[in-house]
């Protein structure tokens, strides 16, 4: 899953729901994972908010930034999801 933009999001939220569905044992651990992707979502929406009524570009940039910390996430959660599917 690759994550480019905000409207991204939806897709995101809908796949931490399916991780929570198929992995009920690592409630926990995409419970982690929700939060820390959340918390970058809404960091992401202050800085834009920030960008349309200031128009400096390091509000854009730190965007851009929380958009690569929440593709993170989600590649390591990828990551995690492959290996409890290979260790069944």
Known sequence: ???ESEKDFPEVRSKIKE???RFPMF???VKKIE???????KNHSIAQVYYRQTKKKNYLE????EIK???NAVEIAEKMELMAILSR
């Open 19 to 21: 991780w929570r569905q």
């Open 35 to 41: 939060d820390i992707i959340e918390q970058h979502i």
């Open 1 to 3: 899953m690759k994550i």
């Open 69 to 71: 910390a929440i593709a």
């Open 27 to 29: 409630a926990h651990d």
């Open 62 to 65: 730190q965007a851009e930034k």
